[in-house]
Structure formats: C-alpha cells, structure tokens
C-alpha cells in the first residue's frame, strides 16, 4: 500500500540484543509512523517523523528510538531488546493533513 | 485510559445484510476519524473518513456517519459481502494528523455469514 515496504518481515531474537527494523516509502511522504500491535490494545503509536531528522514520541517510545535520514527510509531501533518489545510492527505514511495514512505489511518480532 | 473505543469485539452479519460497526470517542478535539480494515497478516487497509465538520461521507457500499454531541461514530457497510470479513480498526487524530498519529480503538472482528 502506497509504496511501503517493511523489512524483515519476521525475525526472532534473544533478549538484550539490538533490533533496527526498516521502513521504505517511495511516494515521497513527508510524515512517516511506527505502531505496534498487541492483542486487545489495538495498534498504538511509538514515533513519528514529520520531516528529514525531524521525529517525535509517541504514546509507548520508552525502549525505542527512531532515525530518519532520508525522506523515504524511517527506522526503529529496539536498543537491547525484551520480552515485552514482542509485537507485530506497522509502519505508516501520510502526504500530509486531513490525509488517510497507509500502512506497511508489519514486521512480526518475537524476543525470546 | 482509552480514548477511542469500540465495545464490540466481534460482529456477525448475514450476507446481504447491513453491517453496523460502531466507535466512540472520549476526546473532544479529535477532528478527523477514519476506519481501517485489517486481513490477517497484512497492514491495515484505509476505508473511509470524515472530517469533524461533516456528519455523514459515503463511499460506494461504506457510508460513516458522525455526532460529535455523543463522540459517536459509526460505518455502515451495505450490501455486506464476504469480503468483507475482517477486522475493523475506528481511529480519530486532532487537527487531521500530519503531526500527530492516529489513536485507535481495539478493533471489531466482522464475520459475514452465507
């Protein structure tokens, strides 16, 4: 959907190492999303990027950091990975106000 | 505390029927409500919206509809199909997003039966 691309699409890790997950958008979107997943929470907002090194945080960011260099990659980094950072990760895009955002086919991450 | 919320979990309809999906509110400067549908193992999917300033946006079988003095919204779904079994996620953000992201409800599993 609209040109996004998450990667990998599933990995498996151990607790305490790091984890970068990509986004890549090619329809040149200036505002860019990472949600999570979780049974019975619905999808909730971890950072945004509204611009090249411009992000902010969103409702549950503790253990997650963001980097945006470029306009059409964002990407989230679990610094030292735990079991509750287990969840299906979306990334989304938006053109801009009063636009829909679409979502990326998620990242399913389980830290074992 | 949630400030979107869609109390039904599950919803099943017949085929050709009329499906009511439902979603409220507790903030009050949410301007701007969407609804997404979701198939397993895929990203969710953009259906509809509508601005704070409208009460009703149609979209071939999808039509939502919004009263903002009861933080109420809802998506109509007619005729419903098969297809149309999946999860339904309501979202609202303030000042149409850009800046901010979406705040969702939990979501509502839509089975349509044959």
């Known amino acids: 959907d609209a040109g996004i691309t998450q990667s990998p699409r599933h990995k498996v890790t151990e607790t305490g190492t790091p984890v970068t997950l990509r986004c890549h958008q090619t329809?040149?979107?200036?505002?860019m999303y990472w949600y999570r997943q979780d049974p019975g929470h619905g999808l909730r907002l971890i950072h945004y990027?509204?611009?090249?090194?411009?992000?902010d945080k969103g409702e549950v960011s503790d253990g997650y950091s963001v980097s945006r260099s470029k306009t059409e990659d964002f990407l989230l980094t679990l610094e030292s990975a735990t079991s509750s950072q287990t969840s299906v990760y979306f990334c989304?895009?938006?053109?801009?106000?009063?636009?829909?955002?679409?979502f990326g086919d998620g990242t399913r991450l389980s830290i074992l | 505390d949630q400030q979107v919320k869609q109390n039904s979990p599950s919803l099943s309809v017949q085929e050709g029927r009329i499906s009511i999906l439902n979603c409220d509110y507790t903030?009050?400067?949410?301007?701007?409500f969407l609804w997404y549908k979701k198939y397993p193992a895929e990203g969710p999917t953009f259906l509809i919206s509508?601005?704070?300033?409208?009460d009703k946006n149609e979209d071939g079988r999808f039509t939502v509809f919004l009263n903002k003095s009861a933080k109420h919204l809802s998506l109509h779904i007619v005729p419903s199909q098969p297809g149309d079994s999946a999860v339904y996620f309501c979202?609202?953000?303030?000042?149409?997003?850009?800046?901010?992201?979406?705040?969702f409800g939990k979501g509502t599993h839509l089975i349509i039966q044959p």
């Open positions: 903030n009050s400067m949410f301007d701007y």
């Open positions: 990027s509204y611009g090249v090194k411009d992000t």
């Open positions: 509508i601005s704070s300033i409208k």
């Open positions: 989304a895009t938006q053109g801009g106000s009063n636009q829909p955002q679409h």
């Open positions: 979202a609202a953000t303030l000042s149409g997003g850009g800046a901010d992201g979406l705040t």
């Open positions: 329809e040149n979107h200036r505002y």
